[in-house]
Every structure is written in structure tokens, then in C-alpha cells.
């Protein structure tokens, strides 16, 4: 037998992991954690995150987004481990796509388990013109939405039935990462509708024709952010539900958007908008949604679907059920779990026992700044009081080297900093409110 390779109930097999971001690294961990396996993860650069892992042999690919260059080097690692079942996972939308065409229309050795549905499913889902369709059809609760089709000239006289600041971003993530422009950014804010139509003359300047959608700003910082992840069996029903309440997002231009802090918890009304999401597409596996409350209703809104384990992935490890173990039961051992007693599990699905637990890829001084919200800040107290934090890049036990815990420690400095460039949270954050009252004490009492 291979040495990386594992009996788990009679089966023997190599995690393989697509893109260099921690979102892989935390996949890798997950395979480490449920089944002592390393995982090759194949990226285009080898980033410390990566690259310093005693959990992952990393593979160079020119571009991991393009299936024609991806395809020989995932036929490679498959001849270098003959006889051995190969779980292919992406750690970003790009990278699904790029495996999906690879199996698809190149063609995978046989023994590569890639658990994604086809590229039309795929396209009906991810592409977020289709996405607000499919929510309006299901009555499923969505921001209110325009699509600017940049395959033709921006109208003097575009529409936007909704106030202004609004959300614009790209409809299709692949195309964007394959132009530039000054002030690009993952997701942009727009304050007025002149400076909007600027913007999208400019990104359709830049190369970019295909949809960018223009949605109405749901108010509030990134404490009334939401994230949810389902597990869909052969028949498109959830199976699994992990949901949690983001706290605190990265701000960075480049990774703006995604969950930095996450409390762990559970929403079954949500779960149950997912099901009838996922049931209408025919999903199978693991879909990730994006969310946010706006308060101006009550209602928590869907933004978007990713149709893999997302970036933050480790915050379901961390609640207590290893997502990775679900590919596993149902693509190798033919045994997804079961609902009932004793399961954890009810028989609609959801978890029944998921603690409140705090993923966090940041120091946890920078999370208690930025939560301001009473019933947030209850929250994160409790669970720090349990000790009950979980940072997918710490992990003592299995990543010994100094070179990489300076690595982290750079990287734990480097945030704070970000944050300060970056952050402006709605209202403040509990420092500034702080520095204000103290001046005011100093004033009135000057000893």
C-alpha cells in the first residue's frame, strides 16, 4: 500500500486538493484530521499556507483554471499513485469549473472521484443573472437585482429601481480575473448613479463582456452577514445544514467578502430555502450560500450560490462535523449517514447538536473590536469564555515547523493592519467609540 494511503472500513484512498488559498489548506487539515491523510493540493504558486504544510505535497500547475493545463498534471499525480481511488476537490469556483471540463471533456483517470454536478447545473446555479431568476421563481428571499449584459454598449438611460449606494460585481468570477482596471475590486460599492455608469463603461473598457450585476445594498456591516452549507444526496435532498453568523469579513480589495470570523449555529428556515434551491437545480454534494439580514424587513437574504466547500470551510469542522467525511460515506463507502436517535442528525436534515463555536482566521483581539451588536457580542463572549475558538492555520499537532508559526504570526500582524487600511465599520468599532468618550472625560476633568 501507498504511504499516504489509509484503510477507513475497507477503503483506501488520496485526497487531492485544487487551488493554494486556506480554503484548500483547510480541506487538507480536514482529510489530516478525520483520516491521518496527506493531500496533494495543486496550485500555481506555493504560498506559505501551503507550502510550509507537513499536511500537503504540493503540485505547481501553470494555471489551475485552465482545464487544458490542469488536465496532464492531475493525470500525473494519478500515475504516481496507481491502484488508489482519488477524491478531487476544488477550493474555489474557478478551480470546480476547471474540473468539471477536465471530467467532462478531456477526460479524468478512472479512479478520480470529482463529486460535482455537470457544467450546465453548474452554470445554472453559479452564474448570478441565473441565480436572482431562480430565486424569484422559487420565492426564495434575494436582494433586489438588475443585470447589466456589458456584451453591449451601458445605456445612457439604465434603470436602477432601487436607492443608491448599490452592490455591482461580476457575474461571471472567471472572466473577471482575467481583466484589469484601476480600482478593481471582488465586490464594488457605488454611491450615485453616475459614478455606476463610469464604472461599468470602464469595466467594459477593460475587456469584460459578460454580465455584471447590480444589486440593492442591504444596510448593515458585516455582523448581519450569514453563511450556510448543505450537503445534497443523489436525490437532491439536504442531508446535512451547518449554518453560522459571520461577525467579522476580510476587507482587503483582493478577498473582500470573505468570512474572517464565523459563530457557528443553526437556522432551519434558511435550510429549508436551500432545499427548495437545490431541488429545483438537481444539486448534488455540497453547496455554499452567502446571506445577509437585512433588518429593514426581518428576512435574511440569499446573494449567491457556490457550488463547493467555501473558502471558510473550517468553520463546520470546527462546530463538530468534518465535512470531507460526507464525500468519503457516500462516494467510497456507500454508507451516508443516517437520520434519527442518537445521529445527531434529524430526519430533516439538520444538525441537531451544533455547539456555538468561533472559526476564525484573524486574532481574536481584532473580532472583539468589530463587534459592536448587543446579541453578537453575547455570543462571542460565551464562546471565548468556553474557550471554544478554532483557527483552521493552528494546528500544534500536526504543524511543528518555527518557519511556519512565524509565518502565521506575520500573517496574524499583517490583518490588524489590513484592517486599519480597510475596515470602516457602520457606526464605528469599539475602539473609536472609546477614544471619543475618554477625550471627553479628559476634558472635563483635566487631572
Not at 449606494?165 to 472567471?174: C, F, L, N, R, Y
Not at 439536504?238 to 453568523?245: A, K, L, P, T
Not at 484592517?419 to 479628559?442: C, I, K, M, N, W
Amino acid at each position: 500500500m501507498p504511504e499516504n494511503a489509509l484503510t477507513t472500513q475497507g477503503v483506501d484512498f488520496l485526497p487531492v486538493v485544487v487551488g493554494g488559498d486556506i480554503g484548500a489548506y483547510s480541506l487538507a487539515r480536514a482529510f489530516h484530521e478525520a483520516y491521518g491523510l496527506r493531500t496533494v493540493v495543486v496550485s500555481r504558486l506555493a504560498g506559505w499556507v501551503v507550502g510550509t504544510s507537513a499536511l500537503i505535497d504540493n503540485v505547481r500547475c501553470e494555471d489551475p483554471f485552465d482545464a487544458a493545463k490542469l488536465a496532464p498534471v492531475l493525470q500525473s499525480i494519478a500515475e504516481e499513485h496507481p491502484g488508489l481511488p482519488l477524491v478531487l476537490l476544488g477550493s474555489a469556483d474557478s478551480t470546480v469549473k476547471a474540473i468539471i471540463e477536465v471530467r467532462d471533456e478531456i477526460g479524468l483517470d478512472e479512479r478520480y472521484i470529482a463529486p460535482y454536478v455537470s457544467h450546465d447545473t453548474f452554470v445554472a446555479a453559479t452564474e448570478k443573472q441565473n441565480f436572482t431568476r431562480l430565486c424569484q421563481g422559487l420565492g426564495v428571499d434575494h436582494p433586489g437585482t438588475v443585470v447589466v449584459d456589458l456584451a453591449q454598449e451601458v445605456p445612457d438611460d439604465l434603470e436602477i429601481p432601487f436607492e443608491f449606494p448599490v452592490i455591482a460585481k461580476p457575474a461571471e468570477v472567471s472572466d473577471w480575473k482575467r481583466v484589469q482596471f484601476p480600482g478593481q475590486s471582488k465586490v464594488h460599492t457605488v454611491p450615485s448613479r453616475e459614478e455606476l455608469l463610469e464604472l461599468l463603461r470602464t469595466i467594459r473598457e477593460s475587456g469584460y463582456r459578460s454580465s455584471i450585476i447590480v444589486q440593492d445594498r442591504i444596510p448593515g456591516d458585516d455582523q448581519y452577514m450569514r453563511i450556510l452549507t448543505v450537503y445534497c444526496d443523489a436525490d437532491s435532498r439536504v442531508r446535512f445544514g451547518s449554518w453560522g453568523r459571520t461577525l467579522l469579513e476580510e476587507h482587503a480589495p483582493g478577498a473582500i467578502g470573505n468570512p474572517a470570523a464565523i459563530i457557528t449555529g443553526v437556522d432551519r428556515e434558511m435550510v429549508d430555502q436551500a432545499q427548495r434551491l437545490c431541488a429545483e437545480l438537481g444539486w448534488t454534494g455540497y453547496a455554499n450560500f452567502d446571506l445577509k439580514y437585512d433588518r429593514r424587513d426581518g428576512r435574511t437574504k440569499f446573494f449567491e450560490l457556490n457550488p463547493r466547500l467555501g473558502r471558510s470551510n473550517y468553520y463546520i469542522t470546527a462546530g463538530g462535523h468534518n465535512p470531507v467525511t460526507w464525500y468519503v460515506d457516500e462516494h467510497l463507502r456507500n454508507a451516508l449517514p443516517t437520520e434519527g436517535p442518537g445521529s445527531g442528525i434529524g430526519e430533516d436534515g439538520i444538525i441537531q447538536d451544533q455547539p456555538e463555536v468561533l472559526y476564525t482566521v484573524v486574532p481574536t483581539a481584532l473580532v472583539r473590536r468589530y463587534t459592536t451588536q448587543p446579541e453578537a457580542r453575547a455570543q462571542l463572549r460565551r464562546v471565548l469564555k468556553a474557550r471554544r475558538v478554532r483557527n483552521p492555520l493552528h494546528y500544534p499537532e500536526a504543524e511543528t515547523q518555527p518557519k511556519r508559526r512565524g509565518y502565521a504570526l506575520a500573517a496574524a500582524a499583517n490583518f490588524v493592519l489590513k484592517f486599519q487600511r480597510h475596515y470602516r465599520p457602520e457606526g464605528g468599532d469599539r475602539l473609536s467609540r472609546l477614544v471619543p468618550r475618554r477625550a471627553r472625560r479628559t476634558e472635563q476633568d483635566p487631572s
